[in-house]
């Protein structure tokens, strides 16, 4: 979440390349044996909301995200979620208790 003014890098990058967002969150998924990754939406940003959404559905459909990627054992879905926009949600913990639906503060 980017409530700090003036602060758009991550909205710009989510608009403009999804699928390299995606990529890069595959082959960490894959350093680590994660199974799972969450991007976390400002609820205000819909556009990148909405291009996240379909890059994820394109590359689902590519076989590219999901199950036995590439005719391989490794298996990695996306989900996005979507904040409140509160700035503290970029602190750690507050992040966590946002994602679990719970109001983002410390």
């Given at each position: 979440d980017e409530g700090e003014p003036g602060t758009f890098k991550d909205r710009l990058i989510m608009e403009g390349d999804p699928h390299g967002i995606i990529e890069g969150m595959a082959i960490a998924g894959y350093a680590v044996g994660a199974?799972?990754?969450?991007?976390y939406i400002r609820g205000e940003y819909g556009l990148s909301i909405?291009?996240?959404k379909n890059a994820i559905k394109q590359?689902?459909?590519?076989g590219l995200l999901g199950k036995?990627?590439?005719?391989?054992e490794f298996n990695f879905e996306i989900d996005?979620?979507?904040g409140a926009g509160a700035y503290v949600c970029?602190?750690?913990?507050a992040l966590i208790?946002?994602?679990e639906g719970n109001?983002?503060?410390l």
């Open positions: 199974s799972q990754g969450i991007i909405e291009r996240m590359a689902t459909d590519y036995k990627i590439l005719g391989t996005v979620r979507s970029g602190e750690e913990t208790e946002s994602l109001r983002g503060e």
